[in-house]
């Protein structure tokens, strides 16, 4: 629920009609959804994938592939965290090569979770090409990546949270903008900070 | 959710939890082995050092391409070409390795101990791939997770049949298997089944029928000869006669039984070919899965390690 520390956004319509909007413009641009593949990034890019590959199936009677994708194995980060994430599969049921595939994530910011995704793609093979559709762009591009399909631009601060929550992983429809937290007002519960 | 040490020791020393972590992340790297291109970039820059002071093939193998796969860089030491045979300590060879600042050390050793002793000598993390009659964790990880892709592991039968006293392989997969609520029972001859071993958590029997009577997983264990120095069995043929496992004494397992061996295997001593070579025998599977399961051992202690690294 939105509080006074958090805005929401987008609602579950103004998604809907997001994801309405983009299934069109894939379509305006390849004319039809056979050989196109729907890739989601895990966790909240797979339901989004589902989504507009249903979209396109009601709008054109075909349903494109779909596959998932776990980006962690690719992350140029794992030698600075302290926990490496856990690892879910990676499923691409179709062939790669010589495939048309759209990328689907929830969030845009740095960009290195794309670039991350786009090694993991290529390692299983060599699509035609790659293109991508994010539900949230909200800047902050820390490498040279660009989205092909926006849901939504979002300008945010760099200490603000854009947390979407979708219904098949969170129970509803919603995102939020969640601002920096204040300063503390008295002690804090969590212990003495640094 | 992470593993609480940095070392893998010996399954005596992990929780549940932790087990179930290995096995859960083995999936992901399984996927990874079907892959044309059966490689990832996850430990790109680490060093491997396979510390191998007893001979072995096909763990070493296993480890290595494991290393291979994660981008790690790897390199053997093993015991015919080191500077152990020039009569130089463990612990002066430990730290010529650890001269090399290696990320990681994978060490089998005739000892029991020898990686613990390691692990309180160096600044690496360390993987035992088998420390004498003592544990040889990774190999029962990797049968865990080829039983449980068939069985779930929870209220299963488990028979472990054969040299259950010099047998690193039986204890880790008792401790492991008890751990995950499985019911265990080694069998043997008494000569060849260490006292006290009930200790760790499982049932013993001397008779084979008894051992796979309505059993879901057989494991069968080879005879370690080399390590036999006194007279522990009357003849082989005794043995096989008494302890092998053929098709006959099969058919009191559970239906569809899980037919293992973790090599190499003597055939027709422990196990009879058409056994091995059966429709229930999961024996390469096993040899497969085993790559899959190291890449995850690797892959989480590697998180841990920096973690307390920048702490």
Known sequence: MPTSKSARVMDADSIVRALTRVAHEIL?????ARKLA?????NRGVPLAHRIAGLLEKLNGH????????????RDDLSLIADHPILRKTEIPFDVDRSKIVLVDDVLFTGRTIRAALEGLMDLGRPDWIQLFVLVDRGHREVPIRPDYVGKNLPTSRTEQVEVRLEETDGRDEVLLLREPPEPETKSEQGPQP | MRLRTRHLLGIASLEADEIQLILDTAESFAEVGTREIKKVPTLRG???VNFFVEPSTRTRSSFEIAEKRLSADALNFSAESSSFVKGETLLDTARTLEAMVPDFIVIRHSEA???????RHSGCSIVNAGDGAHEHPTQALLDAFTIRRRKPLKGLRAAIIGDILHSRVARSNVLLLSKMGADVIVCGPPTL?????????????HRIE??????????????????????????LREYAKLYGLNRERLRRAAPEPIVMHPGPMNRGVEITGDVADGEHSVILEQVTNGVAVRM???YLLAGELEGEAAS
Do not use: W
């Open chain 1, 28 to 32: 305006e641009r390849h004319h039809s």
């Open chain 1, 38 to 42: 729907l890739v989601g990034i895990r």
């Open chain 1, 63 to 74: 349903r494109p592939d779909t596959g998932i994708l776990d980006i962690n194995l690719y």
């Open chain 2, 46 to 48: 680490k060093t491997v």
């Open chain 2, 113 to 119: 101990g020898a990686p613990h002793f390691l692990a």
């Open chain 2, 193 to 205: 089944l260490p006292v006290g071993v009930e200790k760790l958590g499982c049932s013993v029997t």
């Open chain 2, 210 to 235: 008894e051992a796979l009577e309505g059993a879901d997983v057989v494991m069968a264990l080879r005879l370690q000869l080399e390590r036999m120095s006194r007279g522990f069995l009357p003849s």
């Open chain 2, 296 to 298: 995850a051992v690797l």
